[in-house]
């Protein structure tokens, strides 16, 4: 043993920061080293309390800071630190705003588990609510709110009403968010103090993150009764002031409009125009509320059926397919432009919007194209739309283009494109002569023997094919008995049996076909194939008796015998009795051969999902769109949030002019979300007709006494300079057009611009498609050993003008650059106008090849 004081020996075990010395004395007769096992070691507590006691002496702040860090990290890694609050709160005596917040924190986390310790720092918390910085004000009462202990409501009360009438905006905001969370603590105290009539007082706050949160506050408060209480007065104010808001706040306003019932038609549209621009923006959150907005406003002040207006109103679906074209453009853009899994939730939304509008997208089907890049999700999504697109105009370019992802080596995509071209076929929406077309291509996939599940899957789609169209069995017979031996998956075998039997009449080989699986019925596993496989030959013998009666007669006896399937077993005794014992053979026929199996509408009954569709509609811009389903199958009762549409009763009757709501502006609304734009939304006044604008009054927004004046009326379509330039999708003009009017302008009124670029494209045909999506066409491209250059064009909407605008691109392969040379043929003839929209065309151009630039 070494000598009393001197060092001990090196245990392996000992715990982290502890020190392989010993105290005075440490050694013991037993071999073990009692000291390390004391309170007086310097473990990872003991350690971080000889910091703390040293803190208030410590002259380096990021010291001050690593200590503070030191516990914050122990506490974040499950350590309980709570031996250390005492030191701790006397660390919180500090101007030092990040020691501060990470000592707030520390209370808080150990305030729930230790309720004793943390009334201790209440007093501390209560002076810091009141001290003269406002983010330490700030701070403390975020604190102090979030000790969340019943016993803690007296203190917090006062605090909590001092801060809504702060001086400082983030003080007040962080005190309404309090609010929120003392009435999750004690609901009576919290009615008590009369919080909710303070809440909507502070709607008419001067800072908008404060109203923002007022109105998070108030619809969670509010839950049980469907939300915060909306009226004229208060949507209008909120509208008045959307420009205002954050990207956050503007989508919690937006969320509110769905439940507001207009006044009356006129104000319904002003709310639509106002809303308007917000489609301009990049961000996917907000044009998707604002979709789901104008829905809301359509449904309400549509014309119904039975309803005493003009023969001239439009109807409700009337609207909603106005409302349907004017957000095409917006949707399809951020789908070709937005990550992986927001493509993939727009396609979703997308798909709601085409079952509700078919054909409003139908002319954008390019751009559900799959592209190679893209993530299976993507794929599958995408090949399920591009059914629903097909026109007699489009169904050719669909076709071929699903017949190209047949054989891909994803099986499910090749599945889901024999699916969709069935799917074209079925609904008859590829025009004349489309289902014997597609029904021939089905009939070669057939024979695909080295892609089983096509096989199968083609199978499927031509059996539901003709019974939709009877007349194609022509097409279909013949190698169904070829088929038959090949396909090997359980579905595709049971419809091509389907088929020989309820069409074995004329295919000569059809009982020969059967015989040879009911040979080898022991060896099927399958049920749905015996089932199958009974009907049709029961059919098939009242067809052509002699040649099926024996074999009908063996397989009567192996089905009867077959205990694998009740259902099956029950199928062949019912066959069995009904045939043994029918006293005119024309009654069994007539059961057993009757055609309620052919299809009198486009679609099978078990497809038809017209009321879940429905109710996906009330429920746009959630996830139920995402999964497919209604809130309460994935969201308990007791959660979902009810939607309730307010006002029931309105101040003005329905033919009252209302005052104008105002319209702040395109570009104030659209820098809340940055730059970008979306070019060809740029546009176009939407097509729901803008009311007259009403004769500019005063009215009293929220009903609080001041009079206050409504904002002039919104400018009409093309007085807007930012609304000045929407450029026509279907354009196109040939080569000799595009020669003569480009040697038609002067060089000297061409604008060249020049930009730097982050990285090149791989090919022309990338940057041709994300200009087509901007409307900006291409007459002709091609690649040189340094540079690409294209030939683009572009044509105005003729409301705006109908001038041409003619490009030429060059983007330099190194260093990278992109140089506009840009020639503007007839259209406005402003200088002033002209140069807006040549400025327009670049930021277009420039959002289109995002990717590539800085």
């Known amino acids: 043993m070494p000598p009393s004081g001197g060092p001990g020996p090196i245990h392996q075990n000992a715990p982290p920061g502890s020190m392989p010395g010993g105290p005075p004395g440490g050694g013991g007769s037993s071999g073990r080293d009692d000291s390390y096992f004391t309170e007086s070691r310097k473990g990872e507590v003991n350690e971080l309390r000889q910091l703390l006691r040293t803190f208030g002496t410590e002259r380096d702040k990021q010291r001050k800071r690593e200590i ?120 009576e105290d919290f009615d008590k103090a009369a919080f909710n009539d303070i809440l909507y007082d502070m709607l008419r706050d001067p800072d908008s993150s404060v109203v923002t949160n007022c109105i998070l506050v108030l619809n969670e408060i509010m839950a049980d009764s469907g939300g915060m209480a909306l009226n004229r007065a208060v949507m209008l104010h909120l509208l008045n002031r959307i420009h205002e808001f954050s990207e956050f706040g503007i989508l919690s306003v937006l969320d509110l409009v769905p439940r507001y019932i207009p006044a009356n038609d006129e104000e319904g549209f002003q709310i639509m125009n106002l809303l308007d621009p ?270 099926m009666q024996r074999m009908l007669g063996r397989l009567m006896k192996k089905a009867t015998e077959d205990v694998s399937s009740q259902d099956l077993h029950d199928r062949a005794l019912f066959y069995y009795r009904l045939l043994r014992s029918s006293p005119d053979p024309n009654v069994a026929k007539s059961i057993t051969t009757s055609k309620s199996m052919s299809m009198t509408t486009d679609q099978f009954a078990e497809e038809d999902d017209s009321e879940l569709r429905a109710a996906l509609m009330n429920e746009f811009n959630t996830l139920c769109t995402v999964y497919r389903c209604k809130a309460e199958n994935f969201i308990e009762e007791e959660n979902i949030v009810k939607f309730v549409k307010m006002p029931k009763d309105h101040p003005l009757p329905r033919e009252a002019i209302v005052a104008t709501v105002a319209d702040p502006g395109i570009n104030t609304i659209v820098d809340q979300f940055g730059d970008t734009t979306i070019g060809n939304t740029l546009a176009a006044p939407p097509s729901i007709v803008c009311a007259p604008p009403a004769p500019v009054g005063e009215v009293d927004l929220l009903g609080f006494g001041d009079d206050v004046p409504i904002l002039s009326a919104p400018q009409p379509p093309g007085t807007n300079s930012l609304q000045s330039l929407s450029l026509k999708s279907n354009v196109s003009i040939t080569g000799e057009e595009y020669q003569s009017k480009w040697s038609a302008v002067s060089d000297a009124e061409a604008v060249v611009i020049s930009t730097p670029m982050r990285s090149g494209p791989t090919s022309t045909d990338a940057v041709e498609g994300a200009l087509g999506a901007f409307n900006v066409m291409t007459m002709a491209s091609g690649e040189l050993p340094a540079e690409f250059k294209f030939f683009l064009y572009g044509v105005e909407e003729d409301y705006f003008g109908g001038g041409y605008f003619l490009i030429q691109a060059v983007l330099m392969k190194a260093p990278s650059s992109l140089t506009l040379t840009i020639k503007p043929c007839g259209g406005d003839v402003d200088p002033i106008k002209r140069k807006e929209k040549i400025d327009q065309l670049v930021e277009l151009i420039k959002s289109a090849l995002g990717e590539y630039l800085h």
Not at 159 to 167: A, F, H, I, T, V
Request: glycine share 6%.
């Open 278 to 547: 917000v489609l301009r923006t990049a961000n996917s959150g907000a044009v998707v509320a604002t979709i789901r907005a104008f829905l809301s406003i359509a449904d309400a002040i549509g014309k119904r059926p039975g309803d005493a207006r003009d023969a001239d109103s439009p109807t409700v679906d009337d609207l909603k397919r106005q409302v349907c074209v004017r957000i095409k453009a917006p949707l399809v853009t951020l789908i070709a432009s937005g990550s992986n899994e927001l493509t993939y939730v727009l396609l979703k939304y997308a798909d709601q919007l085409i079952d509700l509008c078919p054909g409003i997208f139908d002319d954008e089907y390019r751009q559900f194209y799959v592209r190679y890049s893209e993530p299976t999700h993507i794929k599958h999504s995408k090949v399920r739309l591009l059914a629903k697109l097909a026109n007699p105009e489009t169904a050719p370019d669909i076709v071929a283009e699903l017949g190209e992802l047949v054989a891909d080596i994803d099986e499910t995509m090749g599945r889901l494109a024999v699916r969709s071209m069935g799917s074209i076929a079925l609904h008859d929406s590829g025009g004349q002569g489309a289902v014997e077309s597609i029904a021939r291509r089905l009939v070669e996939m057939l024979d695909l023997q080295g892609i089983p599940h096509v096989s199968s899957e083609a199978a499927t789609a031509l059996a539901g094919l003709v019974r939709r169209h009877p007349g194609i069995i022509t097409v279909v017979s013949a190698p169904l008995p070829r088929a038959l031996r090949y396909i090997t998956e359980p579905n595709g075998k049971a419809n091509v049996i389907f088929l020989l039997g309820e069409y074995g009449e004329s295919i000569a080989e059809a009982p020969y076909a059967l015989e040879r699986v009911i040979d080898s019925y022991d060896n099927i596993t399958d049920d749905g194939i015996k089932t199958a496989l009974l009907a049709a030959t029961v059919k098939l013998f009242f067809q052509r008796p002699p040649e």
């Open 68 to 187: 503070m860090k030191k516990v914050i990290a122990y506490m974040t890694l499950g350590i309980d630190v709570s031996r250390l609050f005492t030191e701790m709160m006397l660390a919180i005596e500090t101007r030092d705003l990040v020691i501060k917040k990470m000592v707030y924190l520390f209370l808080c986390n150990y305030a729930e588990t230790h309720p004793d310790l943390a009334q201790m720092c209440t007093n501390t918390l209560v002076k810091d609510s009141g001290n003269e910085d406002p983010m330490v004000r700030g701070l403390a009462l975020r604190a102090l709110c979030s000790l969340r202990l019943p016993q803690m409501i007296e203190y917090t009360s006062e605090p909590l009403r001092r801060s809504l009438q702060d001086g400082h905006a983030y003080v007040r905001k962080t005190g309404v968010m309090g609010i929120l969370k003392m009435y999750h603590l004690n609901k």
